[in-house]
Nanobody, 124 residues
Framework: QAQLVESGGGLVQAGGSLRLTCAAS????????MAWFRQAPGKEREFVAA????????HYADAVQGRFTISRDKGKNTVYLQMNILQPEDTAVYYC?????????????????WGQGTQVTVGS
């Protein structure tokens, strides 16, 4: 079994920053590619960012490239999403996900484990 717990969401004004944290209780965490997805009301869940199990490669959605940074601390079994220059369109529930594939997927269906999500609201 695995458990992913997100934290760090909240309300912030446009242009502000937040850092999300995903604490993973997962066997062999270092072998998992980790990702963040988000889902806004009435919309499908969409890929935000991912970091390869090795930590050597990251991938971002075009909408967040240059503003968001994903990182991981294998010693703490934790993944972070630093979000800068937040905009109202970034408002969504943000989910952490884990995938034991050897390369990065952007499709939600490829990820085996999910957290419960954390709400991010950006005011205009």
């Amino acid at each position: 079994q695995a458990q992913l717990v997100e934290s760090g969401g909240g309300l912030v004004q446009a242009g502000g920053s937040l850092r999300l944290t995903c604490a993973a209780s997962i066997r062999n965490f270092g072998a998992y590619t980790m990702a963040w997805f988000r889902q806004a009301p009435g919309k499908e869940r969409e890929f935000v960012a991912a970091i390869h199990w090795s930590g050597a490669t990251t991938h971002y959605a075009d909408a967040v490239q240059g503003r968001f940074t994903i990182s991981r601390d294998k010693g703490k079994n934790t993944v972070y999403l630093q979000m800068n220059i937040l905009q109202p369109e970034d408002t969504a529930v943000y989910y952490c996900a884990a995938d034991d594939a050897s390369y990065i997927h952007v499709e939600a269906r490829e990820y085996e484990f999910w957290g419960q999500g954390t709400q991010v609201t950006v005011g205009s």
